[in-house]
């Protein structure tokens, strides 16, 4: 008999197929707040009119606008912004943007709450993970702030309650976690994700497919997550080549960010990530490869590996995508291909003599050491990345 607790996330709320402008109003309205600190993509702000239409809806509520957060959230970044949020005595923070931008929100939280005025201060709570896969978390106090989410991209990194920030002076994306590191809302509107690059958009949906896949094939996996999964798979699967096809499909892309949140269930309650996931975080902060096309080049050889041990649940996956005829493998990598994504790791720019650095930081990754089948070393790493080279 299947055993388990279920948790639910302390998120409020998910405001989706309503524009921006409608849903934010009542945001505000609900959460009472009156400084509000807006961080958003830099070439959003630059090149559209979407943060026009946030400071419309803010007004004089509008306390100040970060829009130069680097890839992987430096934290330098991140501190820098984290001074001005509390210089300005915000009492929220409102996203805009992709990934990089919610981890740093998340941050920004953090810093605030723990005294965080410098760089390296962000040392005495960053997640330890020793070479045999333990974790250790410092103490860590709440966010003394948390934000309302309005992603641009698929990644689903405003549904956790992590945030990987990345020391640029070691070259090394770091972890950091707290339940209430959680946005209180996430504002899903398809029309705000029509001027995010197509690359982006797509890439970012397959790491959303990456988050169902290495679920449904975890050492822990829950009936929640299985369900959920399943259905982000199709979500995504049909979703993500109508986008390719029509850009302007308002109801394909609302599907793909139906899915992406669809993906991230099983990570809120503890259900175990793989190696595409850990080996892909050690791309983005070493070898600065963008998280969805961390995604695009381990997961088909990572499930390859895996097959041994997980084959009929592997099963599901190739039917959850349409592709039944298929190993998971095979299925994932032709719905990459489809979308004219990269497949090896010398199209995302990884130099062969990176390789070697890579292995050794991904026994450092707690995926890694959580992998269905056992990666006991760097030589099993290289191994996968040789595949995917």
Same mark, same amino acid.
């Given at each position: 008999?299947?055993?388990?607790?279920?948790?639910?996330?302390?998120?409020?709320?998910?405001?989706?197929?309503?524009?921006?402008?409608?849903?934010?109003?009542?945001?505000?309205?609900?959460?009472?707040?009156?400084?509000?600190?807006?961080?958003?993509?830099?070439?959003?702000?630059?090149?559209?009119?979407?943060?026009?239409?946030?400071?419309?809806?803010?007004?004089?509520?509008?306390?100040?606008?970060?829009?130069?957060?680097?890839?992987?959230?430096?934290?330098?970044?991140?501190?820098?912004?984290?001074?001005?949020?509390?210089?300005?005595?915000?009492?929220?923070?409102?996203?805009?943007?992709?990934?990089?931008?919610?981890?740093?929100?998340?941050?920004?939280?953090?810093?605030?709450?723990?005294?965080?005025?410098?760089?390296?201060?962000?040392?005495?709570?960053?997640?330890?993970?020793?070479?045999?896969?333990?974790?250790?978390?410092?103490?860590?106090?709440?966010?003394?702030?948390?934000?309302?989410?309005?992603?641009?991209?698929?990644?689903?990194?405003?549904?956790?309650a992590m945030a990987g920030c990345t020391d640029t002076v070691r070259n090394v994306k770091?972890?950091?976690?707290?339940?209430?590191?959680?946005?209180?809302?996430?504002?899903?509107?398809?029309?705000?994700?029509?001027?995010?690059?197509?690359? /982006?958009? +797509?890439?970012?949906?397959? &790491?959303? =497919?990456?988050?169902?896949? *290495?679920?449904?094939?975890? #050492?822990?996996?829950?009936?929640?997550?299985?369900?959920?999964?399943?259905?982000?798979?199709?979500?995504?699967?049909?979703?993500?080549?109508?986008?390719?096809?029509?850009?302007?499909?308002?109801?394909?892309?609302?599907?793909?960010?139906?899915?992406?949140?669809?993906?991230?269930?099983?990570?809120?309650?503890?259900?175990?990530?793989?190696?595409?996931?850990?080996?892909?975080?050690?791309?983005?902060?070493?070898?600065?490869?963008?998280?969805?096309?961390?995604?695009?080049?381990?997961?088909?050889?990572?499930?390859?590996?895996?097959?041994?041990?997980?084959?009929?649940?592997?099963?599901?996956?190739?039917?959850?995508?349409?592709?039944?005829?298929?190993?998971?493998?095979?299925?994932?990598?032709?719905?990459?291909?489809? /979308?004219? +994504?990269?497949?090896?790791? &010398?199209? =995302?720019?990884?130099?062969? *003599?990176?390789?070697?650095? #890579?292995?050794?930081?991904?026994?450092?990754?707690?995926?890694?050491?959580?992998?269905?089948?056992?990666?006991?070393?760097?030589?099993?790493?290289?191994?996968?990345?040789?595949?995917?080279?």
């Amino acid at each position: 008999m299947i055993q388990g607790v279920h948790r639910y996330p302390p998120m409020e709320r998910v405001i989706y197929g309503i524009p921006l402008a409608e849903a934010l109003a009542d945001e505000v309205k609900r959460l009472d707040a009156r400084a509000i600190y807006v961080m958003a993509s830099g070439t959003l702000n630059r090149e559209t009119d979407v943060i026009d239409t946030v400071r419309q809806v803010l007004g004089n509520r509008m306390a100040g606008l970060c829009a130069k957060i680097g890839s992987h959230t430096p934290r330098i970044d991140v501190v820098a912004a984290a001074n001005e949020a509390r210089a300005v005595k915000a009492d929220l923070i409102l996203t805009v943007g992709g990934g990089s931008v919610t981890d740093a929100a998340k941050m920004v939280g953090i810093c605030l709450g723990n005294d965080v005025t410098a760089p390296e201060q962000l040392d005495r709570f960053r997640a330890v993970i020793t070479a045999d896969g333990k974790s250790e978390r410092p103490p860590l106090k709440p966010p003394a702030l948390r934000s309302v989410d309005v992603p641009t991209t698929l990644s689903a990194g405003e549904f956790t309650a992590m945030a990987g920030c990345t020391d640029t002076v070691r070259n090394v994306k770091e972890s950091y976690a707290h339940p209430l590191m959680m946005p209180q809302a996430v504002i899903l509107d398809p029309a705000v994700t029509i001027h995010t690059p197509e690359w /982006l958009f +797509l890439s970012t949906g397959i &790491r959303a =497919v990456d988050h169902a896949v *290495e679920d449904i094939c975890s #050492i822990n996996p829950t009936p929640f997550s299985d369900g959920m999964s399943l259905q982000a798979l199709r979500l995504l699967s049909s979703g993500l080549p109508a986008v390719k096809a029509n850009p302007g499909d308002m109801e394909a892309r609302l599907n793909c960010q139906l899915g992406a949140w669809m993906s991230i269930m099983g990570s809120q309650n503890g259900v175990a990530k793989g190696a595409s996931h850990g080996i892909g975080h050690v791309l983005g902060g070493t070898a600065h490869v963008p998280h969805g096309y961390t995604s695009c080049v381990m997961l088909p050889h990572v499930l390859r590996f895996n097959e041994p041990v997980n084959a009929e649940r592997q099963k599901w996956v190739s039917e959850a995508l349409g592709r039944s005829g298929l190993s998971a493998g095979d299925a994932v990598a032709a719905l990459i291909a489809s /979308l004219g +994504l990269p497949g090896t790791l &010398r199209d =995302v720019g990884v130099k062969p *003599e990176q390789l070697n650095e #890579i292995a050794v930081g991904s026994m450092h990754d707690r995926w890694v050491h959580t992998n269905p089948r056992k990666i006991d070393g760097p030589p099993a790493v290289r191994a996968l990345l040789d595949a995917a080279w």
